[in-house]
């Protein structure tokens, strides 16, 4: 059992754009070849270039789909039949969504909590959730605590891994002031990730969240994470574009004017 | 209860080198953190203009490729038979003696017996270079089996193209349309814009027969049926055109909309354009009739049928356009169920590109001069953009359909202009670019130019007198005559079976053709091993050079082993493909962070140490001794393609005072790693846009040696080459087709874009084969040689054949279910999984994670080798056999684009087999 520090008016985290989120997996090698050759690391692999390569990810991409239900149509066709006949199918498209998984720097981590011997702690400075692998016995405990699957074991070194939110990144001085993000922050290509105080109602990574009614993970277990997401934006697919769709009931009457006579008479300048 | 050494300001490494990533083909910048002589870690270099401090997955993992155990170590000598993979390891002396040997008695018989291609293709300055000094016209990159089609049409229609010479306006454009798979190229420039995109709120419209990756975050995704492409856009221009969407005085001024195209069917002028005796063109004007086309304060017309003083009727290349677009054929109505994108959606479609066109048109308080001299207050814009890359080239109706997606573009006033498609320079520089490809030999035995190059008319061709293809690979013949990146897919089965002509020596780099770059890979590897009567191999001699155990090494009698990209000097130069953003140009080099621990040796030098044991003339000073002692390195300082224009822009003069062009400056090198390994030349405020006309820019441009002038570069919405080509089909001219020809030439020689059904679709039974089969690459596994990465194949080692749910239920399909996968050319064996955002006419897989069992040092096991496949497998390089027996390669008519995306297969449940049994693969001919 791990004692959880006083709540920090420091809440770091990060804020995840989910309406950017390609799916590219950038922000999951940056990690990796960061924390491997660093104090936190190495993150080993298993069978690395064998029949089941495996290895520690601090954070990991899971990409999912959305269908909604495939109706018939008016002749009461299913999609292949559609398909075949008339050579379209009246199916509302796929969602696809990507999703960036890693530990959440929960505000009441059990993870922390269920931890005996103290290898487990939330830094009362910052609210980051680190495992001292010194005190690390390789109970796994923690793991089955965490609902997000954010922690990971390595078999080879017999101790649990997880997300430092790059705290050996973060603070330091030997870095140029903007290179102090975690590792997938400056490497997301789509700029989807970003890192800052969420306990600052100030900082831009709150307003962010506030701006675009950011989220939090399973609120309803009760760890109160810190890492936001922000949801996909409303998609604009045509159905409420009403002034574009305004224009294109216009038609021509080509019995009454061929075409090519409009521009006839048009003055171009050149 | 703290850790007791936790560092928090502990440094990353020692020493850090900024260098440039070559983990495909963005060439970004990465600053490479050293420790204790390692690499410890890459990160994107914030201050480069191409990614601006972001990196992506296959950049981190470059420390993996680095240290990859597939890494070749030494020069391999074929001991066994070819394509046993029995090599001698031996010492590069004698590896070089042999190359030199081989080739030297090649360039004293007949310089064209070595057939030189280079499959990653960013040293062509280079490679170019070196072919046209031994002589060889067949030579190439990849870009014949990548994406030619969309570079050519670009280049012949505007002079620019998608990708690498041009991109979106990502700061201003309000609506952008991706077609096709395009998630690799670029990477990181596309990912940036995109962020930006969504977050000004603008729409993202995917069209393409997969939802993945950049189409996941679109706003809209029309799921179209591949090759299709061109008749949806054919729609959307006529939807344009019946509500006069279309900004003309944007076409008189920028583009040859207006001018005057003669009518005299059958005559040896029909088509062309009509001009006055300087031979500029003509266009007309109500007030004073016939007038020079390029004059202003002018008002043409852009209809109507005029008759010139000679008597000559001509009407309007607009109008010749408008006749086509206006036909039914292209209405929503009559493509939509050929799409499968339903009718209303078309028109919606085109409502909502011309409001964001021309209601939403954008004014950038910026002025700016005309070619004219015209002073402008403002640049307007047309905030639609464009991008397509593979999906719209690998078909064989691609060049079209990629001229029909520029012609889009055009009538929208949306080519650079705010908010639309932007030059980068140093394009436009002609339409397209003066150079031609070199034909014949000087007494030196160097080739009289370059041998890649822009055919600008027949008489341009690579054609004997007979008509016959000169090249290899039939590039630049009258079956493919705008193969401006040549033909690579068809090197091998051309060679093996002599048509047109047999070769000495394969020379390859870094191309897997014995794999996932080839069509047909199975009857591909065994061609490689024919024999001829007299027990010689076909293919006589095959050299290979490569820094990994690839596929192809097995096949090669000679492996001379590269190093990895860490570990040597590269140039990333205008003269080559370039790196520029739209606001300004770069250019890059690579140089070694690290030393090889292994016996290997950087390609580019080992090229220069051949080209001067073999004497080739820009080899050698005129005293006969070397002309680059010192190797690339030297070369990319030293060597002048013209008197002070070299490979790197940057720190020229003696000084390194001088930009673009000036006297070699011995310290050019160093400047660079100073500077973060890059140069960047901002455009001038007043020369972002319109650059085709745009005095400011083309001044600029032209100081740095990147144009010869600055007169305006027309926009061809009518290609009069194109016509040229056709006329000569139909019986005019200097130099004409082989009869055999004609009919081909004077169909696809259209001067206006148009549709037409992808080849395979007439020749397979599509009853039997109703399924359409396209692959593309997955964002974090872009090159064949990134799939052997330990981090990277984590994330998949095997690939699955992707289907529409109700396509499988169809078919009685289940997620992991196996498939036989058929063809007319043969069947695979596959796994199947379920994948809601595919087109249900259309099935697809990652490519070129398939791997031959135990290359690329993986385990005999690995699942790359037992479950992971190639579609190549079952597509087929050659069209069967028309009248008389001969088989055109599987391609453009028109650049020879390899046609991988016109795949028809179908579908069938497979009998149970045992669980071990990895894919099986049947290939239907002999």
Same mark, same amino acid.
């Given at each position: ?11 770091l985290?990060?804020v ?6 390609v ?8 990690c ?20 089941e ?38 199916n509302?498209?796929?969602m ?35 495992? &001292? ?7 796994? +405990? ?14 080879k070194?017999g ?8 705290? &050996? ?8 002031p ?14 989807a990730r970003?890192?800052?105080?969420l ?18 993970l ?7 994470p ?17 002034a574009?769709?305004a ?9 009454? +004017? ?13 | ?14 020493e ?27 990160q ?31 020069p ?5 038979e ?19 040997q081989?080739?030297?008695? !090649?360039?004293? *018989? ?11 293709d ?10 046209? @000094? ?5 030579y ?6 990548c ?23 990502w700061?201003?454009t ?49 799921g ?20 006069d969407?279309?900004d ?9 909309a207006h ?8 005559? /040896? ?16 004007? *109500? ?34 356009? /408008? ?11 009559? $493509? ?19 409001d ?10 910026v ?11 403002e640049?307007?814009?047309?905030p ?17 359909? =990629? ?5 889009l ?17 140093p ?40 008509g ?34 047999r ?8 191309a ?5 770059? /080839? ?9 490689l ?9 076909? !293919? ?26 860490l570990?040597?000097?590269? =140039?990333?130069s ?13 250019d ?6 690290v ?8 390609? @580019? ?30 070369y990319?300082?030293?060597?002048? *393609? ?14 390194g005072?001088?930009e ?22 901002e455009?001038?405020?007043a020369?972002?846009y ?5 005095r ?10 990147f ?15 194109l ?8 019986g ?6 082989p ?5 081909? $030439? ?7 874009p148009f549709?037409?059904?992808p ?28 799939? @052997?990465?330990?981090w990277?194949?984590?994330i ?8 529409? %749910? ?17 063809? %007319?050319?043969?069947?695979i ?9 595919t ?13 031959k ?12 080798s ?26 453009d008519?028109?650049t020879?684009? /390899?046609?991988w995306?016109?795949?028809?297969v179908?579908?069938e449940k ?6 071990? @049994?990895?894919?099986?693969?049947? $290939?239907?001919?002999?």
């Open positions: 059992m791990t004692m959880l520090p006083a709540p920090a008016r420091r809440k985290g990060l995840i754009d989910l309406d950017t989120c799916g590219c997996h950038a922000c999951a090698v940056a990796k070849e960061w924390n491997d050759g660093g104090q936190f690391g190495p993150l080993p692999d298993e069978d690395a270039y064998g029949a390569p495996l290895g520690v990810w601090f954070n990991r991409i899971h990409s999912y789909e959305v269908q909604p239900e495939v109706t018939p149509d008016s002749q009461g066709n299913g999609p292949l039949q559609q398909l075949y006949k008339t050579g379209f199918v009246e509302a498209p796929a696809t969504v990507h999703f960036p998984r890693s530990c959440l720097h929960c505000e009441k981590p059990d993870c922390v909590t269920v931890c005996p011997t103290g290898a487990s702690y939330k830094r009362a400075e910052d609210g980051i959730v680190l495992v &001292d692998e010194e005190k690390c016995i390789g109970c796994k +405990l923690c793991s089955w605590a965490c609902p997000y699957g954010a922690r990971e074991y390595s078999e070194r101790v649990m891994q997880k997300c430092t939110l790059c705290v &050996d990144r973060i603070y330091n001085e030997s870095f140029a903007a290179e102090r993000q975690p590792a997938c922050v400056m490497a997301c290509p789509t700029r970003h890192f800052g105080d306990g600052d109602a100030d900082s831009a990574v709150s307003k962010l969240v506030a701006e675009r009614e950011g989220y939090a399973m609120p309803e277990l009760g760890y109160a810190v890492n936001r997401y922000l949801p996909p934006r409303p998609r604009r697919n045509g159905c409420g574009d009403k574009a769709a224009d294109h009931t216009e038609t021509l009457d080509r019995d009454q +004017l061929p075409p090519l006579l409009r521009w006839v008479d048009k003055l171009l300048s050149r | 209860m703290t850790h007791a050494n936790l560092k928090l300001h502990e440094p990353v490494g020692d850090v080198k900024t260098t440039t990533c070559y983990m495909c083909a963005c060439r970004c910048g990465i600053k490479v953190h050293l420790k204790d002589g390692k690499v410890r870690y890459i994107g270099n914030p201050d480069h203009p191409v990614n601006r401090g972001v990196i992506c997955a296959k950049g981190s993992a470059g420390i993996m490729q680095h240290y990859s155990p597939a890494r070749l170590r030494k391999l000598l074929r001991v066994g070819r394509g046993k993979g029995e090599f001698r390891e031996i010492e590069w002396d004698e590896a070089l003696a042999l190359a030199t081989w080739l030297g008695d !090649i360039r004293r *018989r007949n310089p064209d017996e070595l057939a030189f291609f280079t499959g990653r960013q040293s062509q300055a280079l490679t170019g270079w070196w072919a046209q @000094q031994f002589g060889t016209i067949n190439a990159a990849h870009g014949g089996f994406s030619v089609n969309m570079a050519a049409a670009g280049m012949y229609t505007f002079g620019g193209s998608f990708w690498e010479f041009g991109e979106p306006d700061e201003h309000r609506y952008l349309m991706m077609f096709g798979v395009a998630e690799d190229h670029d990477s990181n420039p596309i990912k940036l814009g995109l962020g930006k995109l969504k977050q000004r709120g603008a729409k993202l419209l995917a069209i393409n027969p997969v939802r993945t990756g950049y189409a996941a975050i679109a706003d809209e995704w029309l179209i049926r591949p090759g299709t492409d061109g008749l949806f856009v054919g729609a959307l221009i006529q939807e344009l055109l019946n509500h969407w279309v003309f005085d944007y076409l008189v001024r920028y583009t040859n001018h005057l195209v003669v009518r005299d069917p059958g005559g /040896a002028d029909d088509g062309l354009i009509a001009r006055d005796a300087a031979g500029t063109p003509l266009c007309w004007t *109500r007030d004073a009739g016939a007038a020079r086309a390029d004059a202003v304060g002018i008002a043409p017309v852009v209809v109507g049928e005029y008759t010139l003083d000679d008597g000559r009727r001509a009407v309007p290349a607009f109008q010749l356009l /408008a006749e086509r677009f206006l036909a039914a054929e292209y209405s929503a109505d009559a $493509v939509a169920p050929q799409c499968g994108i339903d009718a209303a959606a078309i028109r919606r479609i085109a409502a909502e590109i011309a964001a066109a021309f209601r939403q048109e954008i004014r950038l308080p002025a700016w001069t005309d070619v004219w001299g015209r002073q402008h207050s640049m307007i814009g047309r639609v953009s464009l991008h397509a890359m593979r999906g719209i080239s690998a078909h064989s109706n691609g060049f079209h359909t =990629c001229r029909l997606l520029h012609t573009q055009m009538l929208l006033g949306a080519i650079d202009t705010p908010g639309g498609f932007r030059y980068q320079p394009y436009p520089k002609g339409v397209p670019p003066a150079n031609r490809p070199g034909k014949s030999r000087k007494p030196d035995g160097t080739l009289d130019a370059g041998p890649l190059g822009y055919v600008h008319a027949p008489e341009d061709l690579l054609v004997d007198a007979e016959n293809p000169r090249r290899l690979d039939k590039a630049f013949s009258w079956q493919h005559p705008l193969a401006v990146h040549g033909m690579l897919q068809s090197v091998i089965a051309n060679a093996v079976a002599g048509d047109p002509c070769i000495d020596t394969l020379f390859l780099f870094m897997n053709m014995s794999w996932n770059s /080839a069509m047909n890979t199975t009857g591909t590897r065994r061609m091993v024919e024999k001829d009567d007299g027990g010689e191999y076909k !293919i006589p001699r095959i050299i290979y050079v490569d820094a990994y155990a690839s596929e192809m090494v097995e096949f090669a009698d000679l492996v001379l082993p590269d190093t990895t990209y570990e040597r000097h590269d =140039c990333i205008l003269l080559d493909r370039p790196i520029s953003d739209a606001d300004g140009a770069s890059a080099i690579r140089h070694p962070v030393q090889p621990d292994r016996d290997v040796r950087p390609f @580019q030098d080992v090229l220069l140490d051949l080209g001067t044991r073999l004497g080739l003339p820009g080899c050698l000073r005129e005293d006969g001794s070397p002309r680059y002692p010192g190797g690339f390195p030297q990319m300082v030293e060597h002048e *393609r013209a008197p002070s224009v070299g490979l790197l822009a940057g720190w020229r003069g003696r000084d005072s001088r673009g062009t000036g006297e070699p400056n011995p310290q050019q090198l160093e400047r660079y790693k100073e500077h973060g390994a890059f140069w960047h030349a455009v001038p405020a020369g972002r319109y650059k085709m006309a745009n400011d820019y083309l001044d600029w441009a032209r100081g740095l040696g144009v010869g002038s600055t007169h305006a570069q027309v926009m061809e919405l009518y290609s009069e080459r016509q040229r080509f056709r006329l000569a089909a139909q005019h001219g200097a130099v004409q087709p009869a055999r020809e004609r009919e081909r $030439v004077a169909r696809y020689f259209d001067p206006l549709w037409y059904a080849f395979e679709w007439s020749h397979v039974d599509l009853a039997r084969y109703p399924i359409a089969a396209i692959t593309q690459r997955p964002m974090f596994m872009y090159h064949a040689w990134g799939s @052997q990465n330990a990277l194949r984590q998949t080692a095997r690939n699955f054949l992707y289907i529409h %749910p109700q396509t499988a239920q169809a078919l009685d399909l289940r997620d992991d279910d196996w498939v036989w996968v058929e063809s %007319p050319h043969g069947r064996r596959v796994p199947v999984r379920c994948h809601n955002g087109e249900p006419g259309t099935v697809w897989s990652w490519n070129a994670i398939g791997k069992r135990g290359a690329w040092k993986l385990a005999p096991d690995a699942p790359e037992q479950q992971g496949f190639l579609l190549n497998h079952v597509i087929t390089e050659l069209l069967p056999p028309r009248a008389g027996g001969y088989r055109y390669a599987n391609a008519p028109v020879g684009q /390899a046609a995306f016109d795949l028809r179908r579908i497979a009998a149970d087999e045992p669980e071990t @049994q990895p894919h099986r693969v049947e $290939v239907a001919r002999a």
